[in-house]
């Protein structure tokens, strides 16, 4: 990773997002107060002796509502680039990003390492829960996807309302017990994300849509053309980090356990170098369609992934 931000910096900028931050990437639905933190207080996310992940996991997608094709493809890709390398002119990239995550593993002492791939993808699209949901009905939806050794991912269409979805979250992580398997009883862990294109694009896919609140700058171009899916891009790659490292809420966080800090809310809204409140960073942006990004994936995609905590600099470390 080639920049940080000073912890004096990075207080700022979570004091600042205690008011317009746009993303909620919690173990449990996380008041926005949660991301302000003592400046005094030692950085370090602790590790509180949970069960990491390791091995082989598979993603699996649980699409519900209406998604183009286009659409699907372009999360599928940014699954498979958590683990392709890219060509060696296409750096940096998704898989460069993640592999930070691999600190907190070290940091545990652990010989065992996590391998990412994308596994089976539902389609619901009849919307046979209705429109509106309920976290419980967002976890019997997660319960859909296979059960063992999997990360089951809902991601809901942007005709479709969740609870706390544009108030105070655009996303969420967790676990929950799955089905006997052989006699014994899996603990899975989910992921629920929102398309945001037409209910809160400026709270959900921000920085490519103009903020609800703070310094409108003008939005950036959305590296995939799609607004609400690049925005889903971000969200879930921001769980992922928090699902690897805090997979069944007593991994690595900092605070309260149903309100935790994690790999990637401790850093809300760095993106680049030269990040401050309102700016994402210095981003690169694509000569032919103007649109700003950070990273290189599979398929010759492009995408914007968010700072993640680096325990070994204590700081949030970006890409560029």
Known sequence: MSSSLSCKSTHFILSFFVLISFINVCFASRKLTALVQDPQMQQFLKYHKGALFSGKINVNLIWYGKFKPSQRAIVSDFITSLSTST???????VAQ??????????????????SLSLGKQVLLENYSLGKSLTQKQIVQLASKGEQKDAINVVLTASDVAVDGFCVNRCGTHGSSKGAIIKGKTYKFAYIWVGNSETQC???CAWPFHQPIYGPQSPPLGAPNNDVGVDGMVINLASL???TATNPFGNGYYQGEADAPLEASSACPGV?????YPGYAGDLL???????????HGANGRKYLVPALYDPATSSCSTLI
């Open 97 to 114: 990003w993640w592999k930070t995550t691999e600190k907190y593993y070290h940091l545990a002492n652990s010989k065992k390492t996590l």
């Open 201 to 203: 694009p400026g709270y």
């Open 285 to 295: 942006v694509d000569k032919t369609t103007g649109a700003s990004y950070n990273a």
């Open 240 to 242: 992922l980090a928090g």
């Open 87 to 93: 060509p060696s002119n296409a750096h940096p990239s």
């Open 271 to 275: 993106y680049a170098k030269g990040a």
